[in-house]
């Protein structure tokens, strides 16, 4: 059964840095594209960064110039390294991946994980 399991959340402090990964597990043949989500209580979801299967980065703006992305395709894993926190990047972040198994591609969600900025 393929799963996306987010780890990595956590409490810190404004202005610090936490690293979210994402990891597919299971059997499949490829992962195509991998999209970070985060949801606030009260809020809608919102798109943090979209990181499509031929590398093209997609960056919300309440983001850009502190988080990253990265892929390690050995390892199944998107990682997202969050820099520069702020109390308004606190959300349940969630990662999403269009994965194929033999000749069906299916989208699959992580369980999330919580960050929160806060001192």
């Known amino acids: 059964q393929v799963q996306l399991v987010e780890s990595g959340g956590g409490l810190v402090q404004p202005g610090g840095s936490l690293r979210l990964s994402c990891s597919a597990s299971g059997s499949f043949a490829e992962i195509s594209l991998m999209v970070w989500y985060r949801q606030a209580p009260g809020r809608q979801r919102d798109l943090v960064v979209r990181f499509s299967g031929g590398g093209t980065t997609e960056y919300a703006d309440f983001v850009k110039g502190r988080f990253t992305i990265s892929r390690d395709n050995a390892k199944n894993t998107v990682s997202l390294q969050m820099n520069s926190l702020k109390p308004e990047d606190t959300a349940v972040y969630y990662c999403?991946?269009?994965?194929?198994?033999?000749?069906?591609?299916?989208?699959?969600w992580g369980q999330g994980t919580q960050v929160t900025v806060s001192s």
């Open positions: 999403t991946g269009d994965i194929r198994i033999t000749t069906t591609w299916r989208n699959y």
